[in-house]
């Protein structure tokens, strides 16, 4: 099948470094991205993965781990507007697009 | 400015009364998606549009069709809505389905079916 599991919620404090990981079935998987949701928004890109390794973009970095059908998101420096949903989404192959259930991370001052 | 839209942004109707959500982007964007979100369960995706004529079934397309006649345009119909298809509508656009990843997405339709 084809599905992806990450944590429910995650609580931190400001300026403090937070992981968000997301497993998946490998079956046909192509790549894994991330996407930030604020409340009553749209979802924004993030990060994409379609090789193993880390990804860097200013405070956010994402990694994928092929052999491990494992990734995560680190947002580095946190911020009170970081408090949003984070979603982990697999590319499958012919197109497919699969999310996560999304992860809600606060960010106390 | 490029921009994925989407329209009507609410709607209200009842059981059984076909209706059209549009979506259409500037970007020339090849891939073209549907979603809907409900508490919990985060983005599930209806159908996708590699290109024009081509469409195929995301997570949950009962109930729902769609057409690519043109690159730019994407609607979603419901023949026959149900109170289970109320959501949150969210159209995606991204250049390519096979590794360019980015997916704009529109505003959101918040559809209720009483």
């Known amino acids: 099948g084809q599905s992806l599991e990450q944590p429910s919620e995650v609580t931190a404090v400001e300026g403090a470094i937070v992981q968000i990981n997301c497993t998946y079935q490998?079956?046909?998987?192509?790549?894994l991205s991330w996407y930030q949701q604020h409340d009553g928004g749209a979802p924004t890109f993030l990060s994409y993965n379609a090789l193993d390794g880390l990804e860097e973009t200013g405070r956010f970095s994402s990694f994928l781990s092929r052999s491990d059908s494992y990734g995560y998101l680190l947002l580095q420096e946190l911020q009170m507007k970081d408090s949003a949903s984070y979603f982990c989404?697999?590319?499958?192959?012919?197109?497919?697009?699969?999310f996560g259930q999304g992860t809600e991370l606060s960010v106390k001052p | 400015e490029a921009q994925v839209t989407q329209n009507p942004r609410y709607l209200i109707t009842v059981t059984g009364k076909k209706l059209t959500v549009t979506c259409s982007q500037n970007m020339n964007h090849e891939y073209m998606s549907w979603y809907r979100q409900d508490p919990g369960l985060g983005l599930r995706q209806i159908y996708y549009?590699?290109?024009?004529?081509?469409?195929d079934k995301g997570d949950v397309p009962e109930g729902y069709k769609v057409s690519r006649k043109e690159k730019r345009n994407f609607p979603l119909i419901l023949e026959s809505p149900s109170p289970n298809q109320t959501s949150l509508y969210f159209c995606a656009s991204s250049l390519t389905g096979q590794g360019d990843w980015e997916q704009y997405f529109g505003p959101g339709t918040r559809l209720t079916v009483t």
């Open positions: 490998t079956s046909g998987f192509y790549g």
């Open positions: 549009s590699m290109n024009v004529e081509v469409t």
């Open positions: 989404a697999g590319l499958w192959q012919g197109g497919k697009l699969i």
